[in-house]
């Protein structure tokens, strides 16, 4: 890196189905001003704006960017739109952070935001990202597509509905200490198990719900690191990966997640994760994508991820904490979401967590993933590593 | 003036027309199919890739395959698969299964529906399914055939 970038404030709306109170400019605005305050800075501090919105047609307007480029403070600044599918907010925060590496700006926003609340079934808007000659005819959606990927790695990597079940338990107790965090309440094994099956074998509490809302993150070049906040959080580790949107060849769902993550790994200098990272925000929307992250993300051997989680591994207390905000399976405004990881991360390593506040972190990791999932591929994977001390 | 505001929302909809291109590889595919009940895919003459669908380039070797064709038997395995049964808006009346297969000498899967197998018990049928199992295509008579993947099932072998 040719300087180094580091986190100043983050800021985030409740999260909520349908948030009837505001306009898409207006949660923009929200999460941006937290973001702002958080930092103490002024909007007239911010030199450029990178902008995160899934497909459109989930929000059900076109160029939304123009719509909402002025809530996000970009008036009279260079804005830009990223949009990587579930990976939006995880690509919307490297593009943030290489405009600081760059050298040709100081202090940049990173805002993110999706209303999926707008349209009655997001998976009917889902289905559209498919290959529309050889693929859409099928039915496909995200879940299909994740439940797919479950019934292979369920073989693959050996784990069962009970597995996924208490890694469920887990995010949704979670999101109770996360006061943005839009599904609160407390569900036993045994509710996952008899809750409604979707697609096998995803049933209704191993999947996301569909939320609206935005998070905004500000970075800052490393001579500003410690004149805004008494402890920012340090961009140690970023990359990305891209698969194509064929699926197949070997390997299961977060492989290609993995390829990002142990790239970003080496950039931080981290080679034995479980040791040195002290809690994970991951992207995991259903929660069999989580267990095999656990392998994927070397804080396991392989075939060892169901005994993490019947361990307690990944539970707050647990060695180490996966998703102490209750993550991507209690909150998923598709565009904001990988952001939003970035942000929790960024509230970990600067103490910022109150009741969700994962004790003495000096490390986190927050990952990112979207496009079209398939055996053995997702489009988009990024991975981000943030220090309380640079690395 | 009271604090407490009335929220309204403004309805909308979209419905836009659409024609997809296939493009000159999938074009030949696909009528490939439609004429011969046959399915071919392209092959990647320096890592020897097979992909199919096919796709006129290999994305890995960064050259043009577009003349590099290969037959394949209309038999494979199931590489994995969800019984749906949830009702998805605008999308089929459940239960169905969706699959990704593999046909024989590909690299890469495609994404089906499985038919040929008894759904009236979702828990029955799932047990039935297994990941790694043979299936076949099974072509529809010739007359029926648009060029389309819907132009095939794939069932159990």
């Not at chain 1, 200490?177 to 839009?182: F, G, I, K, L, R």
């Not at chain 1, 070997?250 to 769902?253: D, F, I, K, Q």
């Not at chain 1, 910022?352 to 009741?355: I, L």
């Given at each position: 890196m040719a300087r180094r970038a580091v986190i100043v404030g983050t800021g985030q709306t409740k999260y909520?189905?349908?948030?009837?109170?505001?306009s898409a400019p207006d949660l923009i605005y929200e999460a941006t001003s937290r973001a702002l305050d958080d930092a103490e800075?002024?909007?007239?501090?911010?030199?450029a704006v990178v902008f995160g919105m899934a497909p459109e047609s989930l929000d059900?307007?076109?160029?939304?960017d123009k719509w909402c480029a002025d809530a996000a403070g970009a008036w009279n600044k260079p804005f830009m739109r990223v949009n990587t599918g579930g990976a939006t907010g995880g690509s919307t925060a490297l593009a943030a952070a290489y405009h600081v590496t760059s050298g040709l700006f100081n202090v940049v926003l990173a805002v993110a935001m999706e209303?999926?609340?707008?349209?009655?079934?997001a998976q009917r808007v889902l289905?559209?990202?498919?290959?529309?000659?050889?693929?859409?005819?099928?039915?496909?959606n995200i879940i299909a597509a994740i439940a797919m990927e479950t019934s292979r790695n369920m073989e693959i990597y050996g784990f069962t509905e009970q597995h996924m079940a208490m890694i469920s338990v887990k995010n949704h107790l979670n999101a109770l200490?996360?006061?943005?965090?839009?599904l609160q309440m407390k569900i036993t094994i045994e509710d996952v198990l008899k809750?409604?099956?979707?697609c096998w074998p995803l049933k209704l509490f191993d999947c996301c719900p569909r939320s609206d809302g935005a998070c905004a993150v500000i970075f800052a070049s490393e001579d500003r690191a410690g004149k805004m906040v008494p402890i920012p959080a340090w961009v140690n580790g970023m990359a990305a990966v891209t698969d194509i949107t064929v699926p197949g060849e070997?390997?299961?769902?977060g492989w290609q997640a993995a390829r990002a993550v142990w790239k970003a790994y080496k950039m931080a200098g981290i080679d034995k994760p479980r040791q040195q990272i002290q809690v994970v925000e991951a992207?995991?929307?259903?929660s069999s994508m989580e267990m095999v992250l656990y392998e994927n993300l070397g804080f396991?051997?392989?075939?060892?991820v169901a005994k993490l989680a019947e361990s307690g591994?990944?539970?707050?207390?647990?060695?180490v904490p996966f998703?102490?905000?209750?993550g991507v399976m209690c909150s998923n405004p598709i565009g904001a979401t990988a952001l939003v990881r970035v942000a929790e991360a960024a509230i970990q390593v600067m103490g910022?967590?109150?009741?969700r506040q994962v004790p003495n972190v000096k490390t986190a990791l927050a990952t990112g993933a979207g496009g079209s999932p398939g055996p053995g591929s997702g489009s988009f994977n990024t991975a981000m590593i943030l220090g309380r001390e640079p690395s | 003036m009271s604090n407490k505001v009335e929220l309204l929302s403004v309805p909308g909809e979209w419905s836009l027309p659409y024609s997809y291109s296939a493009g000159e590889t999938v074009s030949k595919f696909l009528v490939e199919i439609r004429d011969n009940a046959r399915i071919i895919a392209t092959k990647c003459p320096q890592c020897n890739r097979v992909l199919m669908p096919p796709?006129?380039?290999?994305?890995?070797?960064?050259?043009?395959?577009?003349?590099?064709w290969v037959e394949l038997p209309p038999k494979g395995t199931l590489e994995a698969f969800t019984l749906v049964t949830n009702k998805f808006e605008g999308?089929?009346?459940?239960p169905y299964v969706i699959c990704y297969i593999k046909l024989e000498g590909a690299d890469t899967t495609i994404p089906h529906f499985l038919t040929g197998?008894?759904?009236?018990d979702p828990e029955k049928a799932r047990q039935k399914i297994k990941v790694g199992m043979p299936i076949r295509l099974v072509f529809k008579d010739k007359k029926e055939?648009?060029?389309?993947?819907?132009d095939f099932r794939v069932e159990p072998a």
């Open positions: 909520a189905t349908k948030r009837f109170d505001k800075l002024k909007v007239k501090d911010i030199d059900g307007i076109n160029s939304m209303r999926v609340g707008e349209t009655p079934d289905n559209r990202i498919y290959d529309p000659i050889l693929a859409s005819d099928f039915a496909l200490n996360n006061p943005y965090a839009h809750s409604p099956i979707v070997t390997g299961g769902a992207y995991s929307p259903f396991c051997k392989p075939k060892e591994f990944g539970e707050m207390g647990g060695e998703t102490p905000s209750g910022k967590g109150d009741k | 796709r006129s380039y290999c994305e890995r070797c960064f050259v043009s395959i577009k003349d590099n999308l089929p009346d459940p197998v008894d759904l009236s055939r648009e060029g389309r993947m819907t």
